[in-house]
T-cell receptor, first 113, second 113 residues
Framework: AQTVTQSQPEMSVQEAETVTLSCTYDTSENNYYLFWYKQPPSRQMILVIRQEAYKQQNATENRFSVNFQKAAKSFSLKISDSQLGDTAMYFCAFPGAGNMLTFGGGTRLMVKP | EAQVTQNPRYLITVTGKKLTVTCSQNMNHEYMSWYRQDPGLGLRQIYYSMNVEVTDKGDVPEGYKVSRKEKRNFPLILESPSPNQTSLYFC????????????FGDGTRLSIL
């Protein structure tokens, strides 16, 4: 069975600084996708970024980028120039059989002014 | 506007009183699923459906039922709710394929007393 682990239940960062959220996973698959979702206080689930495992280049979406280490099964999210609106829960997710997403336990990020 | 609509957003009810949470999507997606979110556990899948009249269990199906009579609708039924089903519930939809991000509804907060 697939597992996804987020080892940082809570983190904080000063506005305009950079923060990295960790995620590790376990799978026997060779080609797969990984996702980061953001859940602000409004509780919506918003896709932040997607990484394809066979692509060596790390995905980037504006201030959000990933550090994907396939051999280590690590998929961390870097947020640059943090903004107050980045305050949210962040979930790492791995899709498996039946399109089922396996989620990590989440990291609560607080951006401080 | 492309969206997944859940109703109700909040519900407080009592043990044993049957309830239904509705979910509808307007994107013609084949795949729909239900998740529950509990602190520290992330989101866990309850049931999913790959198309009309095709449903299957996720990781935590006990105490829940679903049906998929129409492509756009995927209601979640709690025949005899119990307090351990108090949770935040999300419906999601996507086109088929593990590379496809899932679109989430706004969530339903259920409290079973």
């Amino acid at each position: 069975a697939q597992t996804v682990t987020q080892s940082q239940p809570e983190m904080s960062v000063q506005e305009a600084e950079t923060v990295t959220l960790s995620c590790t996973y376990d799978t026997s698959e060779n080609n797969y996708y990984l996702f980061w979702y953001k859940q602000p206080p409004s509780r919506q689930m918003i896709l932040v970024i997607r990484q394809e495992a066979y692509k060596q280049q790390n995905a980037t979406e504006n201030r959000f980028s990933v550090n994907f280490q396939k051999a280590a099964k690590s998929f961390s999210l870097k947020i640059s120039d943090s903004q107050l609106g980045d305050t949210a829960m962040y979930f790492c997710a791995f899709p498996g059989a039946g399109n089922m997403l396996t989620f990590g336990g989440g990291t609560r990020l607080m951006v401080k002014p | 506007e492309a969206q997944v609509t859940q109703n109700p957003r909040y519900l407080i009810t009592v043990t044993g009183k049957k309830l239904t949470v509705t979910c509808s999507q307007n994107m013609n997606h084949e795949y729909m699923s239900w998740y529950r979110q509990d602190p520290g556990l992330g989101l866990r899948q309850i049931y999913y459906s790959m198309n009309v009249e095709v449903t299957d269990k996720g990781d935590v199906p006990e105490g829940y039922k679903v049906s998929r009579k129409e492509k756009r609708n995927f209601p979640l039924i709690l025949e005899s709710p119990s307090p351990n089903q108090t949770s935040l519930y999300f419906c999601a939809s996507s086109t088929w394929g593990t590379d496809q991000p899932q679109h989430f509804g706004d969530g339903t907060r259920l409290s079973i007393l």
